[in-house]
């Protein structure tokens, strides 16, 4: 009796391993991870910005985890014709395209051969992060144009003043929408 209980237990710790170790036993997740970044800095830590090291930790998980970064241009080309997503798909991205996204995540990017999609507050361009009150420089538009041609990196609009689009109607929307695409 005692062997058997001895032999239960021990049955019990090990699936216990495999199921925190690999998810053994646990359905799968549906939908498509989104990891969403700010400000990445050498050091300093706060609500929006990471430090470079703690990033770099984060994508030596996703590596170790067999994860494979998409653009969200390769997802709707994915969604259009029907093909599969690979195994382990995961987005990342890094709002209002602050300048140290090039000094300090590009280059963990390109070590880890990770694509990532940055959203710019097109008035902010060249400027800082003056709708928080902050001093944090934005990317410049010859900045963008250079980073956009890397390949692994993709641009897209996070409004042009950095306003909410649930707090704006339809047309607000539309006039904002129309500021980014014409400058």
């Not at 989104?34 to 090291?53: A, R």
């Not at 051969?113 to 400027?127: E, L, N, Y």
């Not at 963008?144 to 909410?164: P, T, V, W, Y």
């Amino acid at each position: 009796m005692v062997y058997l209980l001895l032999t239960a237990a021990i049955f019990l710790l090990i699936l216990t391993g495999l199921i925190l170790e690999f998810g053994i036993l646990i359905p799968p997740r549906k939908g498509l991870p989104i990891l969403m970044y700010h400000k990445v800095s050498q050091t300093d830590e706060d609500g929006i910005t990471i430090p470079e090291g703690k990033l770099k930790q984060h994508f030596e998980y996703i590596k170790m985890k067999g994860y494979h970064t998409l653009s969200f241009n390769e997802l709707s080309e994915i969604l259009k014709t029907g093909k599969p997503l690979p195994k382990k798909p995961l987005i990342l991205t890094f709002d209002d395209a602050y300048r140290n996204f090039r000094e300090n995540a590009l280059p963990l990017l390109n070590t880890y051969g990770f694509k990532a999609s940055v959203f710019i507050p097109v008035g902010f361009m060249g400027k800082t992060n003056s709708w928080d009150n902050g001093s944090d420089p934005i990317l410049t538009v010859n900045e963008i144009k250079d980073l956009s041609n890397a390949g692994n990196i993709e641009f897209g609009i996070h409004s042009f003043l950095h306003r909410s689009y649930a707090g704006l109607d339809a047309a607000g929307i539309e006039n904002d929408l129309g500021l980014c695409i014409q400058t």
